[in-house]
């Protein structure tokens, strides 16, 4: 069984730090674009960041200059280093991933999603 799994949430005070893995198992053949979406009270699920299999990075604006994503394809792992946090952080951090996996003698690509972790910061 594929999955994806998130680690790292809690709370923190505004201004601290947290480091949220996203480790991938099972029969995987190879993984894509990686990325990390979040979900605040009330809000619509948003893109945080997002990253290439060669390590090439995007970050929504929001988090520019204080998260920064990275990936370690031997372990199947990916991270979100997360700097200065601020109350509207606070969220469900989903992780999501661009999977290959063999069926057989069969490469198929699909979405994965991890059940997500949350971030919880206070004043």
């Known amino acids: 069984q594929v999955q994806?799994?998130?680690a790292g949430g809690g709370l923190v005070r505004a201004g601290e730090s947290l480091r949220l893995s996203c480790s991938a198992s099972g029969n995987i053949h190879s993984i894509n674009d990686m990325a990390w979406y979040r979900r605040a009270p009330g809000k619509e699920r948003?893109?945080?960041?997002?990253?290439?299999?060669?390590?090439?990075?995007?970050?929504?604006?929001?988090v520019k200059g204080r998260f920064t994503f990275t990936r370690?394809?031997?372990?199947?792992?990916?991270y979100l280093q997360m700097e200065d946090l601020t109350l509207e952080d606070t969220a469900v951090y989903y992780c999501y991933a661009d999977i290959g996996a063999l069926s057989?003698?069969?490469l198929r690509y699909f979405d994965l999603w991890g059940e997500g972790t949350l971030v919880v910061v206070s004043s």
Do not use: F, S
Not at 46 to 59: M, R
Not at 72 to 78: C, L, S
């Open 46 to 62: 948003e893109l945080v960041a997002k990253i290439t299999n060669d390590g090439n990075t995007q970050y929504a604006e929001a």
């Open 4 to 6: 994806l799994v998130e």
């Open 72 to 78: 370690d394809n031997a372990r199947k792992m990916g």
């Open 104 to 106: 057989g003698d069969i």
